[in-house]
């Protein structure tokens, strides 16, 4: 089992709908960031959090520390939003999900 | 700012070839990394350098070096490119190593054939 776990692993939505994307991690943590990589390859970071939430835009992120889970949303999603979206766990060093592949369709 | 700046943008070797991806960062960050990322895999870390004049191995050492030249500048090698050895690599770096935001450059796509 990894250590970072995300679903969904592909997500397609039409423009408008609301999106979430869950992270589920075994490993003990200092904060989890959320990262946007687009087609074009490049990686940016979303979100650092510890604890609660945050709201940058049209995104959301939030994270339970008890039941080791995080959540990104996606409000009123638009085609510039498809992108993998990737989970990453900060301990000693960053432990990465998989990423969640989302497309939204005009 | 440049931020995180990666050469080569591509590369194509044959088996047993060497080279080494240059990456440095403008942000007076203590922290670089190097990552690669296969399709399916996610991004793995190779090795890091939590500050200047120290490296320590990551999770998928095996094949390659690193040189943390000065603050500024991490430099990956690989002595005897292999075909495993395919795919995207990433450099990045953060102020400090741990939880801290970490800026990732453009990624070198590397093809062993």
């Known amino acids: 089992k990894n250590e970072v776990e995300q679903s969904p692993q592909n997500l397609t939505a039409q423009e408008g709908e609301f999106i979430t994307i869950n992270c589920s991690y075994s490993?003990?943590?200092?904060?989890l960031h959320w990262l946007q990589q687009h087609p074009g390859g490049g990686i940016v970071s979303l979100f650092m959090l510890s604890s609660g939430k945050k709201k940058h835009g049209r995104l959301i992120a939030t994270i339970n520390i008890q039941e080791k889970h995080s959540s990104l949303h996606i409000t009123a999603s638009h085609p510039r939003d498809s992108a993998v979206y990737i989970c990453?766990?900060?301990?000693?060093?960053?432990?990465f999900g998989g990423g969640t592949r989302v497309l939204v369709k005009p | 700012n440049a931020g995180v700046t990666q050469t080569p943008k591509f590369q194509v070797l044959k088996t047993g070839q060497s080279m080494t991806l240059q990456c440095a960062q403008d942000m007076n960050h203590n922290s670089m990394y190097w990552y690669r990322q296969d399709p399916g895999m996610g991004l793995r870390l190779i090795y890091y350098s939590a500050s200047e004049g120290t490296t320590d191995k990551g999770e998928v050492p095996n094949g390659y070096n690193v040189s943390r030249l000065n603050k500024r500048e991490f430099s990956l090698r690989l002595e005897s490119a292999a075909p495993s050895q395919t795919s995207v690599y990433f450099c990045a770096s953060s102020e400090s190593q741990g939880g801290d935001t970490q800026y990732f450059g453009p990624g070198t796509r590397l093809t062993v054939l």
């Open positions: 990453a766990c900060a301990g000693n060093k960053l432990t």
């Open positions: 490993v003990g943590i200092s904060a």
